[in-house]
């Protein structure tokens, strides 16, 4: 891994935040890593890192021994037909678009390549992303290489490419539908006696509490819900006037809103 040579096409919030987990984790020298974005003074930033800089998509893919694609997917079919004469045979592609299969992506470059797609959240600029990946013609030890990429920003598994959609759904509009909790959580927060800022400490802190609790003990929910709900008690007042006004329910179908948007493409 230590002298493979990446490059990073789109250097915005995504790329960026790649860049910077890839050269905080030291796998590869910053030297080997270049990232483009079209007004590249806005990526300064990576420069001082001494990660290589500049706004021409194919120099950066010469040579390259995995390439992400971090542009948006409407640009992904002119991004990879202006690289794909320069992309090696052996090169590894990391698409992070949405929406855009294995298979375009393959008949864009006009060549058979080891193709990934990848759906990191919003967390990977703390280093805590939950990123999904699937696999199109790649080796074992390719797969193994990508995901120790994307475990230097968190966590990171191998899912079929028809799950992609759903991941997109549970993992990155995910971070979105758990803020809105807290922000519900922080408002109620002050309904009951605390000022914002304290309101909202207290709501951010459990749930990461909440999180860790499965994460790190390997629990259940409902084996955690029922250490803290008691007889008569009022977690479970609580947790039953939530139920009866559609928490649950309405959790549930917002997913599933989002999931027959990415579908269906309304």
Same mark, same amino acid.
């Given at each position: 891994?230590?002298?493979?040579?990446?490059?990073?096409?789109?250097?915005?919030?995504?790329?960026?935040?790649?860049?910077?987990?890839?050269?905080?984790?030291?796998?590869?020298?910053? $030297?080997?890593?270049?990232?483009?974005?079209?007004?590249?003074?806005?990526?300064?930033?990576?420069?001082?890192? /001494?990660?290589?800089?500049?706004?021409?998509?194919?120099?950066?893919?010469?040579?390259?021994?995995?390439?992400?694609? /971090?542009?948006?997917?409407?640009?992904?079919?002119?991004?990879?037909?202006?690289?794909?004469?320069?992309?090696?045979? !052996?090169?590894?592609?990391? !698409?992070?678009?949405?929406?855009?299969?294995?298979?375009?992506?393959?008949?864009?470059?006009?060549?058979?390549?080891?193709?990934?797609?990848?759906?990191?959240?919003?967390?990977?600029?703390? /280093?805590?992303?939950?990123?999904?990946? $699937?696999?199109?013609?790649? $080796?074992?030890?390719?797969?193994?290489?990508?995901?120790?990429?994307?475990?230097?920003?968190?966590?990171?598994?191998?899912?079929?490419?028809?799950?992609?959609?759903?991941?997109?759904?549970?993992?990155?509009?995910?971070?979105?539908?758990?803020?809105?909790?807290?922000?519900?959580?922080?408002?109620? /927060?002050?309904? &009951?006696?605390?000022?914002?800022?304290?309101?909202?400490?207290?709501?951010?802190?459990?749930?990461?509490?909440?999180?860790?609790?499965?994460?790190?003990?390997?629990?259940?929910?409902?084996?955690? &819900?029922?250490?803290?709900?008691?007889?008569?008690?009022?977690?479970?007042?609580?947790?039953?006037?939530?139920?009866?006004?559609?928490?649950?329910?309405?959790?549930?179908?917002?997913?599933?809103? $989002?999931?027959?948007? &990415?579908?269906?493409?309304?």
């Amino acid at each position: 891994m230590n002298n493979k040579k990446i490059a990073i096409i789109g250097g915005g919030n995504l790329g960026q935040a790649i860049a910077n987990g890839i050269v905080n984790s030291n796998i590869v020298p910053a $030297s080997n890593l270049t990232v483009t974005r079209r007004r590249v003074q806005l990526i300064q930033n990576l420069k001082e890192l /001494g990660i290589n800089t500049i706004s021409d998509n194919k120099e950066a893919a010469a040579d390259a021994d995995i390439i992400f694609l /971090g542009v948006k997917p409407y640009q992904i079919q002119q991004i990879t037909e202006e690289i794909s004469p320069v992309v090696k045979d !052996s090169a590894m592609v990391i !698409s992070l678009a949405t929406g855009v299969d294995a298979a375009s992506i393959e008949k864009y470059f006009g060549k058979e390549l080891a193709i990934f797609r990848a759906m990191p959240n919003t967390a990977i600029a703390i /280093g805590e992303s939950m990123t999904c990946i $699937s696999s199109h013609k790649a $080796s074992e030890e390719q797969e193994k290489v990508v995901l120790t990429l994307f475990e230097q920003v968190g966590q990171a598994l191998i899912i079929p490419e028809e799950l992609m959609a759903s991941a997109t759904v549970l993992a990155a509009c995910g971070i979105a539908f758990a803020l809105r909790f807290v922000r519900a959580a922080t408002q109620g /927060g002050i309904e &009951i006696g605390f000022g914002a800022d304290l309101a909202l400490q207290i709501a951010a802190q459990t749930v990461k509490g909440a999180a860790d609790l499965l994460i790190k003990e390997g629990s259940h929910p409902e084996h955690e &819900i029922d250490k803290v709900t008691t007889p008569r008690g009022i977690t479970i007042s609580g947790l039953n006037e939530m139920e009866h006004q559609g928490f649950s329910s309405s959790l549930i179908k917002g997913l599933l809103t $989002s999931f027959n948007k &990415i579908e269906n493409g309304k």
